[in-house]
């Protein structure tokens, strides 16, 4: 099993634990490879993200429906089984990219949730 954090998800269930667009916040670590192993050995990988943060006063989502510009990838969705956000959990292994999205909407922040099933339906 591994336990990461992680920066962003986007609605696939890709993660960045790197940076914020393209400023950096941490190097890569060895925590792909750990997902990655945990995933395909036990099925565990585990990215705990918190449901959003405050930017100058302004809440903002830390599940978008993509990564921004310039984020890196840290973990492809592929290797990535649960997102646990305090207190809900997304499991994604098995499904398809529209049911990895609408789990993860559920356990986003509530005041995102609209905009993520809409940003969901566009793309």
């Known amino acids: 099993m591994a336990i990461n954090n992680a920066l962003l998800v986007d609605l696939t269930g890709s993660v960045c634990a790197e940076s914020w667009g393209s400023q950096v916040f941490s190097g890569l670590s060895g925590s792909p490879t750990f997902r990655y192993a945990a995933s395909v050995i036990s099925g565990r990988s585990i990215i705990v993200v918190p449901a959003s943060q405050l930017v100058g006063g302004e809440r903002r989502s830390r599940i978008l429906a993509t990564l ?56």
Do not use: N
């Open 68 to 123: 921004p510009e310039g984020a890196t990838l840290t973990s492809h969705r592929a290797f990535v089984d649960y997102v646990v956000r305090e207190p809900r959990i997304a499991h994604l292994t098995g499904k398809s990219l529209r049911e990895r999205a609408a789990e993860l909407i559920s356990v986003a922040h509530p005041d995102f949730r609209a905009e993520l099933r809409r940003e969901a339906a566009r793309l």
